[in-house]
């Protein structure tokens, strides 16, 4: 029988900011099918001409208000830094634009969820481009639990530790007070939140060993789950290796019938009673990926492929911006934690 249904539309989409790591979202934007991106603002004119020639898109703006007025686009993809976020997001929302916002999704709660009341009020998706728990690995981890392989987990530790130097490409990191907890660390809070469940409580401490940056660069944070499990969330840019996993996560869990273990390389250790096995959980080489970053980038395609297939059949995005507001607390009581050192009840 000949399928005589219409294909989905082809969606617009406008892309603000075009530094380092917006060219990712770019790549993988035009590596997906049913997406267009067809418009760029920043306000760096000379950043902004070179990203328009790289990705052959002509309609460029310096000016955002300008840009959404000009423009009938489906989506506003978020890639600035952060005290520009509830700007953005809300002229997308006056418009009825849905938006994707990096993370964090702002400077404060209190402007967070400004923006999530905002697209609310708009009826139009937003979602935080949240795509740690989006890589291949993390989602290999969650399906072992899904299928009961080591039982009901009890204990997670999540680990990024790394000596890579992350200020040469991106030197604003360098400058704020606050560093790895909101750069870093609220994609492991996230993962955590994605593996073992939301938090109850939280205690953390963060240290500055590189004495030239103003903001921590290592922090530990311990989080209670409400189901009563413990996750520790380790991360470090002072870390000196033999061979430094970066930019991988390493993630250990406990469950009352075995253990998983991923390990460097990219490696799945599964162990339980009934046998032992390991899983290639690699990412893709996609091809316009390179090395250390594939595992990242491959995460930015499988996000923005969730988004299109949520803006094709209007379903809620996972890391829709209510969830996130949940993350971004957590990431708001680790640093009221280690500035009060006491534990915090997460509400």
């Known amino acids: 029988m000949t399928n005589t249904g219409s294909s989905p539309k082809i969606l617009h989409g406008a892309v603000v900011g075009c530094g380092f790591f917006a060219l990712n979202q770019l790549e993988a934007w035009r590596a997906l099918d049913g997406v267009e991106i067809v418009a760029l603002c920043d306000t760096n004119e000379t950043r902004l001409a070179e990203t328009g020639a790289r ?19 489906d989506f506003l993809d978020i890639a600035t830094t952060p005290p520009s976020h509830r700007i953005l997001v809300e002229a997308a929302a006056r418009r009825g634009v849905a938006a994707i916002c990096q993370k964090p999704i702002a400077p404060s709660l209190a402007d967070a969820r400004a923006m999530v009341e905002a697209m609310a009020t708009s009826g139009r998706p937003f979602m935080i481009h949240e795509n740690f728990r989006w890589q291949t690995p993390v989602l290999a ?24 130097d992350v200020y040469a490409q991106q030197p604003y990191l360098a400058k704020g007070e606050r560093f790895i907890i909101e750069d870093l660390g609220i994609h492991l809070l996230d993962v955590a939140r994605f593996l073992m469940g939301d938090v109850a409580s939280l205690w953390a401490r963060t240290q500055r060993v590189n004495e030239t940056i103003k903001g921590e660069d290592v922090a530990t944070i311990m989080l209670g789950h409400v189901n009563g499990t413990t996750s520790v969330i380790d991360c470090s840019y002072a870390s000196t290796f033999e061979r430094d996993p970066f930019p991988q996560t390493l993630i250990e869990i406990d469950g009352t019938s075995g253990s998983l273990r991923l390990t460097q390389d990219y490696k799945l250790l599964v162990m339980n009673k009934s046998s032992d096995r390991t899983l290639d959980v690699t990412p893709l080489l996609l ?61």
């Open 55 to 73: 990705f052959g898109i002509t309609r460029l703006y310096t000016d955002i208000e300008a840009l959404l007025d000009d423009e009938a686009i």
């Open 141 to 164: 981890l969650k399906a072992q639990i899904a299928e009961g392989a080591v039982g009901l987990p009890f204990w997670c530790r999540i680990s990024f530790r790394s000596g890579y």
């Open 287 to 347: 091809d316009w990926a390179q090395k250390p970053w594939f595992n990242i980038q491959e995460s930015v395609l499988n996000i923005q492929r969730h988004w299109v297939k949520c803006l094709q059949t209007e379903a809620e995005p996972f890391t829709n911006g209510r969830d996130n507001l949940k993350t971004f607390a957590l990431v708001e009581a680790a640093y009221e934690s280690a500035s009060a050192g006491r534990i915090i009840e997460v509400s």
